[in-house]
Nanobody, 116 residues
């Protein structure tokens, strides 16, 4: 299984981005997997941003609650992260992984840079 993130970029404060994560390879029942979006800013540890369970239940870090929305399309084996009202503190490399995360499935991530 490979998880590939995309959709990052440079955006001004207050702007929006939509990240995608496609799971490819041999996947047994993607719809049974709990998934998460994580991020790592320079000098910081990687942190959990949002999770979506196999049943659609979602959870968010306090720092993004009300601004970010995680969703999934099981038919496409894809997880999304809609990010609104971005601020410079959201600047980081964003990764998707299973939840709890599995070391061997960390990908390259996608860079999100928010300018003030």
């Amino acid at each position: 299984v490979q998880l590939v993130e995309s959709g990052g970029g440079l955006v001004q404060a207050g702007g929006s981005l939509r990240l995608s994560c496609v799971a490819s390879g041999t996947i047994i029942r993607f719809n049974a997997m709990n998934m998460g979006w994580y991020r790592q800013a320079p000098g910081n540890q990687r942190e959990l941003v949002a999770t979506i369970m196999y049943n659609g239940n979602t959870n968010y870090a306090d720092s993004v609650k009300g601004r970010f929305t995680i969703s999934r399309d099981n038919a496409k084996a894809t997880v999304y992260l809609q990010m609104n009202s971005l601020n410079p503190e959201d600047t980081a490399v964003y990764y998707c992984n299973f939840h709890p995360s599995v070391r061997q499935y960390w990908g390259q991530g996608t860079q999100v840079t928010v300018s003030s």
